[in-house]
Structure formats: C-alpha cells, structure tokens
C-alpha cells in the first residue's frame, strides 16, 4: 500500500544537538510538507517542497531545514538554534497543482529535549 | 489571507448522543473544505471534503458536514456517535486559485466520547 513513513516515532535531542527527522513517501507525490503540532494550536507549516531540489519556507521556519534530494524523501533537521523544538512534527504529501486533492500525512515523530 | 476558526477546543459528548463540530473561515476568494481526524498519536486522515455542488457532504462513517457560504461555516455532524469516534478533528482550506497547494489548518477540537 502507498503512503507515508516518518521516522523514528519517538526522538530525543540533548541540549546543542541538530537532529533529523525521515520522511518517505511512495506515493509519486511532487509536493511535500513538514507541519509541528503544539497541542491547541492546529498544524503550523514549517517547510514545504512542490520539486525535486527546491524547497520553501513555510510560517515556522526558524531553527529547521529541509534538503529534497530525491522526489520520495523530505528529512527535516531540527538545529540548536530551535530553542523550544518539543512538539510532534507531521510530514505530508500531496499532488501538485491540485488544491482540492486533500494531503496524506505519516503517524508523526514525537522530539523531546533530554 | 486565509483562517480557519473552531469555537471549541474540546466537546465532551454521551456515546449515541448526536454531536456538532464548528468551523467558519475567512477568505477572500473561493475555497475547497476539508475535515481531518487524527486519533491519538497518529497523522491526520481526510474524513470528508467540499469542492462544489451539493453543499452537504458525507463520510463513510456517519459524519456529514454542511458548507454554509453566506455563513461561511463548514460545520461538521453526527446523529450518533461511538467511543471510536473520540479523536481529534481539523477543519481546512484551501484557496482554489493559488500558485502552490497551501492548506490553512484550524487549531482543531477534541471530541470525548463518553460511555
């Protein structure tokens, strides 16, 4: 069955430590996403990707980046300059260029600081 | 620009009881509706959507929701609910005319239901 794998389910960061959260797709999607959720405030778009080496900002970008090497693969890195980086990180897929196509997501990373 | 608002933040409700989820959203051109359930600790799953035609729109499982654009609501329905339904629910737009697949998400609410 297509569909979305993030990876691990569960991460720990010590203080200063850049950490990176997998996400694979093999649904032939060119557009991918990577949201935070905070508990009572919805989803938050941190970065996004709609090509094969080209990504963009999304409202939430500071202290993150994103590489897209590979059409099925979207790593999200978690820098030391995010300070409060505890959160459940949601990546998403979906097809360009169709905004009534809904997203598919993976069953989220969970980061915690040591 | 483009928000998403849902009133409440948690609904506790009796299971077989019927129940209502809020949603309204601001928009400046034409929109696609979506809502998404995410069960505990899992990614969100599309429950249903609205693109065009018939305002009201129903799930597999029983929900239905009603778009409402003089209202701009896209309030979200069930005559009767289960313990299984007991998740957390997102409303969500997107423009219908925009140069990427941007998704604007509401802050979501959480439905327990009791037994």
């Known amino acids: 069955d297509g569909g979305i794998t993030q990876s691990p389910k569960y991460l720990f960061r010590k203080e200063g430590q850049n950490v990176t959260l997998s996400c694979e797709q093999n649904?032939?999607?060119?557009?991918m996403y990577w949201y935070r959720q905070d508990p009572g405030q919805g989803l938050r778009l941190i970065y996004y990707?709609?090509?094969?080496?080209?990504?963009q900002k999304g409202d939430i970008a500071e202290g993150y980046s994103v590489s897209r090497e590979k059409k099925e693969s979207f790593p999200l890195t978690v820098t030391s300059a995010q300070k409060n980086p505890t959160a459940f990180y949601l990546c998403?897929?979906?097809?360009?260029?169709?905004?009534?196509?809904?997203?598919?997501f993976g069953d989220g990373t969970r980061l915690s600081i040591l | 620009a483009q928000s998403v608002t849902q009133l409440d933040s948690q609904v506790p409700v009796f299971e077989e009881a019927p129940v209502e989820l809020r949603c309204n959203y601001s928009?400046?051109?034409?929109?696609?509706l979506f809502w998404y359930v995410q069960y505990p600790n899992q990614g969100l799953q599309l429950l249903l959507k609205y693109l065009s035609g018939s305002t009201l729109v129903e799930s597999i499982n029983g929900f239905e929701a009603e778009f409402n654009k003089s209202q701009t609501s896209f309030h979200l329905r069930k005559p009767s609910v289960h313990i299984s339904d007991t998740a957390e629910y997102f409303c969500?737009?997107?423009?219908?005319?925009?140069?990427?697949?941007?998704?604007?998400f509401g802050p979501g609410t959480s439905l327990s239901v009791i037994p």
């Open positions: 649904l032939n999607h060119d557009a």
């Open positions: 990707s709609q090509i094969v080496n080209d990504f």
């Open positions: 969500a737009v997107s423009s219908i005319k925009t140069s990427y697949d941007k998704v604007i």
């Open positions: 998403a897929s979906s097809i360009v260029g169709y905004s009534n196509q809904p997203q598919h």
């Open positions: 928009s400046s051109v034409s929109v696609y």
